[in-house]
Every structure is written in structure tokens, then in C-alpha cells.
Nanobody, 128 residues
Framework: QVQLVESGGGSVPPGGSLRLSCVAS????????MGWFRQGPGKEREGVAS??????????YYIDPVKGRFTISQDNDQKTGVLQMNNLKPEDTGMYYC???????????????????WGQGTQVTVSS
């Protein structure tokens, strides 16, 4: 059973940075994907970034509003996913969730319903 535990949320002013981590356990596959989703007050859960991991490499994806500000990666231990968030804006506020999957994957990475495993979430607040 895949288990995910997030950490790193907090409250920062606009322009600040946060680093979210997601520790995964319960899998040994060399092919997997990890993603980050967020849900603001009164909003649906939306995909923010994902990374597809395969032997010899990885491919990241981002939604347009976070391109150039957020970076998704995986630590060398192959079990910790990281979302580095820079130049944060008030509209980035929300509960951030880590998600993970093993192949076969759903068709669209930014659709929450396509992911099987979820963490409990960590709150990110951007406010002056």
C-alpha cells in the first residue's frame, strides 16, 4: 500500500518561498509519477505540477500560472518528492496535496480523479 506524507507548508508574504516535501513508502517500482494539487477556499482541487519518473530520467509538467516560479523534483533517495515554490502570490493560497501513481496512468495528469494515492495535505498561505 502506497502511503504519502507531506510537510513544509506555512504562511509567507507575497514574494516569499516555501519548499514542500512528500515522502512516499510502500512501492519499489522504477516507473511512477508524483504530483502536487491544491485546493483553495470554495474551489475545486487543481493540478499544479507533476513529474513522471522512469529509468534514466524524469519529465516535469506545470500549469501555466506556476511556470517559472515552481519546480517539481525528486530527491536522490527516489522516495521524496519536492515542490519548490518561489515568488509566491496570494492566489497560490490553499491546501496542497501530494499524489502518486504507478503505471498504468490516467490520461491527464492535472485531473485529480486520475490519481490513486493521496497524502493528507499541507496548508500554504500567502498573505501580507
Amino acid at each position: 500500500q502506497v502511503q504519502l506524507v507531506e510537510s513544509g507548508g506555512g504562511s509567507v508574504p507575497p514574494g516569499g518561498s516555501l519548499r514542500l516535501s512528500c515522502v512516499a513508502s510502500g512501492w519499489t517500482s522504477t516507473r511512477r509519477r508524483m504530483g502536487w494539487f491544491r485546493q483553495g477556499p470554495g474551489k475545486e482541487r487543481e493540478g499544479v505540477a507533476s513529474i513522471y519518473i522512469y529509468p534514466g530520467g524524469a519529465t516535469p509538467y506545470y500549469i501555466d500560472p506556476v511556470k517559472g516560479r515552481f519546480t517539481i523534483s525528486q530527491d536522490n533517495d527516489q522516495k521524496t518528492g519536492v515542490l519548490q515554490m518561489n515568488n509566491l502570490k496570494p492566489e497560490d493560497t490553499g491546501m496542497y496535496y501530494c499524489a502518486a501513481d504507478l503505471p498504468p496512468y490516467g490520461g491527464t495528469w492535472y485531473a485529480a480523479g486520475e490519481w490513486k494515492h493521496w497524502g493528507q495535505g499541507t496548508q500554504v498561505t500567502v498573505s501580507s
